[in-house]
């Protein structure tokens, strides 16, 4: 049925009030969501509101929605009369966490070699070398921008996959690229990292999706994500 709003009758839905806390919302669940995968908050954090609030300019009750929204992410729990906290990590969760990423992503890209076109392939190499200026740095250079990373790592995986037409297999391979994204600080914190290593990782997953070779791109995801999950367990 037809929703009418009638003259003089303000639609409590779509005025600016709602549009601007609605867009508050998405962002400071962005930020934060950035904020424990690149360890800002480490692993089991108490986030307390009158330190949260401030931090994110934001009102209670929209950082209680996106924290509700993390919780059933898996980022953070909920504890009754002690407020909400970063979740733990622990070694069983990443060796599960990996199998389920490896799996979607290896389909994910499959499908995308198949569908992608001259743009996606544009894009793939535009990401790429953003990623590598940082990759390309010393240590502690890398770790001075270690969020910006972050958000380029991310950008370079999705591009990889961007033409795959699957929502739903897309959709699944991002929740749980969120989740494995949270156990990487493990190996980028440390000074001896994988950091020249996975610079060139990078560039041969980037070679092998151009050439559209499908068999050695799905390989040479599941090492990569495999190396860096290998190193996590022995450092967690």
Known sequence: MERRVTSGTLNPTSGPSSRSEASSSRDVLTRLRTDIVSSVFGPETRLKFA???????????????????????????????????????????????????????????????????????????????????????????????????????????????????????FRLRSIMFDQLDRYRFVTKRAPEGLGGRKFEEHREIMMATLARDADLASALIEQHIRDTSERALKLL
């Open 51 to 169: 330190d949260m609030t401030k931090r994110y300019d934001v009102s209670i009750g929209t950082l209680r929605e996106a924290l509700s929204q993390l919780s059933s992410e898996g980022f953070v729990t909920v504890e009754a009369g002690k407020g909400f906290k970063v979740s733990p990590v622990s070694a069983v969760e990443l060796i599960e966490i990996t199998d389920h990423f490896i799996s979607f992503e290896k389909r994910a890209v499959r499908e995308a070699i198949v569908h992608g076109g001259e743009d996606w392939e544009a894009n793939i190499v535009a990401v790429h070398h953003r990623l590598s200026l940082i990759e390309g740095l010393p240590w502690e250079r890398r770790m001075e921008r270690h969020s910006e990373w972050v958000e380029r790592h991310r950008e370079f995986h999705e591009a990889i996959v961007a033409a795959c037409p699957g929502r739903w297999l």
